[in-house]
């Protein structure tokens, strides 16, 4: 995987919902652990859903159980997040990221340090 590219970001009112994508160039990444992080300025980046290698196996942060949801579709080599029922404490930079390294099944799904590879982050806001 060399880079990921995210589309430009969105708004939505609360309760709405968006989905995000991200488009790996390189080779096949279906057999990389792939994540979603979200940052508010001043803030840790945080993790909020993971798909494990290539067993399919997914994690979320308690704050978006029930509401986000994780998947890629290996022929497009494109990651996405399905967010519904989004909150005004949604807004943030969401970044896509990959784990080249097989780091995240000893460090965490969900943890920054796990991953190598970044997408350039793409703003969600979400107005009360």
């Known amino acids: 995987v060399q880079s990921q590219v995210q589309p430009g970001g969105d708004s939505v009112q609360a309760g709405g919902s968006l989905r995000l994508s991200c488009a790996a160039s390189?080779?096949?990444?279906?057999?990389?652990?792939e994540a979603w992080f979200r940052q508010v300025p001043g803030e840790e980046r945080e993790g909020v859903a993971a798909?494990?290698?290539?067993?399919?196996?997914?994690t979320y942060a308690d704050s978006v159980k029930g509401r986000f949801t994780i998947s890629r579709d290996n022929a497009k080599n494109t990651l996405y997040l399905q967010m519904n029922n989004l909150k005004p404490d949604d807004t943030a930079m969401y970044y896509c990221?990959?784990?080249?390294?097989?780091?995240?099944?000893?460090?965490?799904?969900?943890?920054?340090?796990?991953?190598?590879?970044w997408g350039q982050g793409t703003q969600v806001t979400v107005s009360s």
């Open positions: 390189g080779p096949d990444t279906s057999a990389y652990s």
């Open positions: 990221a990959a784990d080249t390294f097989a780091r995240a099944v000893t460090l965490g799904p969900l943890t920054v340090a796990s991953y190598n590879v």
């Open positions: 798909i494990i290698n290539d067993s399919g196996q997914t």
